[in-house]
Every structure is written in structure tokens, then in C-alpha cells.
């Protein structure tokens, strides 16, 4: 069992695809099936921006093609 680290997205069993979902007004809505993980959590936050405005919880992921170290800090912070 493969969870995600983002809202709205699941890993699809044995297609090593990950799915994107949202719901709304209790209904659950297909966003797509991505390669990348991230890619499926972009397509969460653009379909919560839509059905929720300012109210959406997001995931926060930088936009394509921005590097990201997987610890999550900046290049450009300071370590003491």
C-alpha cells in the first residue's frame, strides 16, 4: 500500500502511476493520472484554487521545472 505525500493524491496499484482527486460537495472528482507524483499534486492545488479560492488547502509545490532538495531547504539559506 503506496500513499502519497500530498492531499488529493493516491498511488495507483501496479501501474506506478499516481492519481489525482478532489471532493466536492461529497462528490469525489477524477483529476487525471500522472507519472510524477508531483505533477498529480500540482493538479490537486489548481482544481482546490478553482473550487475553493482563498479557503484551499494546498500543497504548496514549486512549479514545474523548479528544483527542489528533498530536505527541503533553500540553496540559498544558512546552516549554523
Not at 42 to 70: E, H, I, S, T
Request: a positive charge.
Amino acid at each position: 500500500n503506496r500513499t502519497s505525500q500530498f492531499k488529493g493524491v493516491t498511488a495507483h496499484k501496479g501501474r506506478g502511476r499516481w492519481i489525482a482527486h478532489i471532493v466536492v460537495n461529497n462528490k469525489q472528482i477524477h483529476l487525471g493520472s500522472y507519472v510524477d507524483e508531483m505533477d498529480a499534486a500540482r493538479a490537486y492545488d489548481a482544481a482546490a484554487k478553482l473550487y475553493f479560492g482563498d479557503f484551499a488547502k494546498l500543497n504548496n509545490c514549486p512549479p514545474r521545472g523548479v528544483w527542489r532538495p528533498k530536505n527541503g531547504r533553500s540553496l540559498l539559506s544558512r546552516t549554523k
